[in-house]
């Protein structure tokens, strides 16, 4: 009776290939045609109607590309000038910052969800006419960059430090700080999908209202709300 062998443990350098996502095989398309047209710092991609024709592809999908070259400073993408390119890092880096990202996406929304619903609740027992005063200002930026085509980014970063200053609380405003550069990939990332913008600033008057009321908990669940919408991005979906 021949005996069997017993299973071969598998290489730790022997792990499944997985297979790319579309949007990261763009990313590498559009580096690649960075280096090879010679394009430099301050010069502009193709438009992103023909980038997606050329590359048999929806725009959505070169959109969803170029945000993630946007969110590691690689361009810039500006309402009405198109992607400007800021920064020309080797393929292989900008690569393996993506699939990073992608997998501490998740961890950045949780850790949103734990300190800024807090701070909502802060804000609203604390406030000052001061802090509603500058609340309200992150709104009409906000409100004013999407009334001209734009995505809000600026406005919404204004709104949630508003918020964070309304609480009055230094630890978890310090807490804040230390995560704002991953809040900020996960924000130009979430403000890049269609209608996003125009929902957020909905979001961002329902927890204005709350907190000008002084209603903690309507401030909390909004706040709540708010961070569950927009963590439904497009990253998440395709992991």
Same mark, same amino acid.
């Given at each position: 009776?021949?005996?069997?062998?017993?299973?071969r443990?598998?290489?730790? *350098?022997?792990r499944?290939?997985?297979?790319? #996502? &579309?949007?990261?095989?763009?990313?590498? #398309?559009?580096?690649?045609?960075?280096?090879?047209?010679? &394009?430099?710092?301050?010069?502009?991609?193709?438009?992103?109607?023909?980038?997606?024709?050329?590359?048999?592809?929806?725009?959505?999908?070169?959109?969803?590309?170029?945000?993630?070259?946007?969110?590691?400073?690689?361009?810039?993408?500006r309402?009405?000038? $198109?992607?400007?390119?800021?920064d020309?890092?080797?393929?292989?880096?900008?690569?393996?910052?993506?699939?990073?990202?992608?997998?501490?996406?998740?961890?950045?929304?949780?850790?949103?969800?734990?300190?800024?619903?807090?701070? !909502?609740?802060?804000?609203?027992? #604390?406030?000052? !006419?001061?802090?509603?005063?500058?609340?309200?200002?992150?709104?009409r930026?906000?409100?004013?960059?999407?009334?001209? $085509?734009?995505?809000?980014?600026?406005?919404?970063?204004?709104?949630?430090?508003?918020?964070?200053?309304?609480?009055?609380?230094?630890?978890?405003?310090?807490?804040?700080?230390?995560?704002?550069?991953?809040?900020?990939?996960?924000?130009?990332?979430?403000?890049?999908?269609? $209608?996003?913008?125009?929902?957020?600033?909905?979001?961002?008057?329902?927890?204005?209202d709350?907190?000008?009321?002084?209603? *903690?908990?309507? !401030?909390?669940?909004?706040?709540?709300?708010?961070? *569950?919408?927009?963590?439904? *991005?497009?990253?998440?979906?395709?992991?």
């Amino acid at each position: 009776m021949t005996r069997e062998a017993a299973p071969r443990k598998r290489p730790a *350098t022997l792990r499944p290939v997985s297979r790319p #996502r &579309l949007y990261e095989q763009l990313v590498e #398309r559009l580096l690649d045609y960075v280096q090879s047209e010679g &394009l430099d710092v301050g010069e502009r991609l193709l438009p992103e109607r023909e980038l997606a024709s050329l590359l048999g592809v929806s725009r959505a999908s070169i959109s969803q590309a170029l945000v993630a070259l946007e969110v590691q400073g690689i361009i810039d993408v500006r309402h009405g000038d $198109g992607a400007v390119i800021l920064d020309i890092p080797p393929e292989r880096q900008v690569l393996a910052a993506l699939r990073a990202r992608r997998n501490r996406l998740q961890e950045v929304i949780e850790a949103r969800e734990a300190l800024e619903v807090k701070l !909502a609740t802060l804000a609203a027992q #604390r406030h000052t !006419a001061e802090d509603l005063a500058a609340i309200d200002d992150a709104l009409r930026v906000m409100a004013g960059d999407i009334a001209d $085509g734009g995505r809000g980014v600026a406005g919404d970063e204004l709104f949630h430090g508003a918020v964070t200053h309304a609480a009055h609380s230094g630890l978890l405003a310090g807490l804040m700080i230390e995560i704002s550069e991953l809040v900020r990939e996960s924000r130009i990332e979430s403000l890049a999908q269609a $209608g996003r913008p125009e929902e957020s600033l909905r979001a961002h008057r329902k927890i204005a209202d709350a907190i000008r009321a002084g209603d *903690t908990a309507a !401030a909390g669940a909004a706040m709540a709300a708010h961070i *569950t919408a927009v963590s439904d *991005t497009a990253l998440l979906r395709d992991a």
